[in-house]
T-cell receptor, first 119, second 113 residues
């Protein structure tokens, strides 16, 4: 079974600074997807960024980027120029690639990192 | 697109009562997932459907939980009888194929007293 580990229950960063959230995962599969989701106090789950395991290039979405290290099974999220609106719980998640085996089988989530933005 | 629509947003019920949570997935999404979120256990997959057919219900905690998807645009999660330990936020999510991301509804906060 796949597992996702987020070792930082809480992180704090000054507004406009850069912060990196860590995530490691365990899988025996070679084709999979990794995601970061943001959950603000409204509790809505918002997709921040996704990475396809077969792509070596790290995904970026504006101020958000990832450092994907497949051999190390590491998938960290970097937030640049942190803003007050970035304050939320951040969840790392894993999904088997839909074309592997029996198809999509849902997301496996880490426990989350609570990100605090200091003004 | 209105996104994934869940109802109700909040539900408070007494122990022993039946509770039904509802979900309308995004049109064209073949996969529908039900998740439960608690402080102790985080986000857990309860059950998922592919083309309206239940594929894996191994996450359903007990026989008191059941889920149906009678058509491509509607799914229900039912708890009967409800217990205080069922108190949680229940999310529905849909996906076209699992690879391009999963879109979540706004969740139902269930409180069983």
């Amino acid at each position: 079974a796949q597992t996702v580990t987020q070792s930082q229950p809480e992180m704090s960063v000054q507004e406009a600074e850069t912060v990196t959230l860590s995530c490691t995962y365990d899988t025996s599969e070679s084709d999979y997807y990794l995601f970061w989701y943001k959950q603000p106090p409204s509790r809505q789950m918002i997709l921040v960024i996704r990475q396809e395991a077969y792509k070596q290039q790290n995904a970026t979405e504006n101020r958000f980027s990832v450092n994907f290290q497949k051999a190390a099974k590491s998938f960290s999220l970097k937030i640049s120029d942190s803003q007050l609106g970035d304050a939320a719980m951040y969840f790392c998640a894993y999904s088997l690639a839909p074309y592997s085996g029996g198809g999509a089988d849902g997301l496996t989530f880490g426990k989350g990192t609570h990100l605090i933005i200091q003004p | 697109d209105a996104g994934v629509i869940q109802s109700p947003r909040h539900e408070v019920t007494e122990m022993g009562q039946e509770v039904t949570l509802r979900c309308k997935p995004i049109s064209g999404h073949d996969y529908l997932f039900w998740y439960r979120q608690t402080m102790m256990r985080g986000l857990e997959l309860l059950i998922y459907f592919n083309n309206n057919v239940p594929i894996d219900d191994s996450g359903m905690p007990e026989d008191r939980f059941s889920a149906k998807m009678p058509n491509a645009s509607f799914s229900t999660l039912k708890i009967q009888p409800s217990e205080p330990r069922d108190s949680a936020v229940y999310f529905c999510a849909s996906s076209r194929d699992g690879g391009h991301g999963y879109t979540f509804g706004s969740g139902t906060r269930l409180t069983v007293v």
